[in-house]
């Protein structure tokens, strides 16, 4: 019924840019917060960076100042804007998002994760 779809990965030196697009698409009735994590190899995954639906942002400490977050409730799309990337900043990138949707002549409430997209930053 719902699915997230992210782009904008791939592989960028130290020091440069990425932007990552997630749409969400199916029969929804709202979104509320959206976000991004990151999974490095052998580690847990992390929040990045969330917003909410009024706009409100936090980050994690070690990407404030690299990183903005945004998004466009119009089109059910989340950003993250990646500057200054860093060796390890390297890791699958997933967005997330809390949302409602239609079934029928129900709602349904739920927490649902793309599929990941790859960042990868040479030194």
């Known amino acids: 019924q719902v699915q997230l779809v992210e782009s904008g990965g791939g592989l960028v030196q130290a020091g440069g840019s990425l932007r990552l697009s997630c749409a969400a698409s199916?029969?929804?009735?709202?979104?509320?917060?959206m976000g991004w994590y990151r999974q490095a190899p052998e580690k847990q995954r992390e929040l990045v960076a969330r917003i909410t639906s009024g706009g409100r942002t936090n980050y994690e400490d070690s990407v404030k100042g690299r990183f903005t977050i945004s998004r466009d409730n119009a089109k059910n799309t989340v950003y993250l804007q990646m500057n200054s990337l860093k060796p390890e900043d390297t890791a699958v990138y997933y967005c997330n998002a809390g949302l409602t949707y239609y079934k029928g002549y129900y709602r349904y409430s739920g927490d649902y994760w793309g599929q990941g997209t790859q960042v990868t930053v040479s030194s």
């Open positions: 199916g029969s929804i009735f709202s979104i509320n917060a």
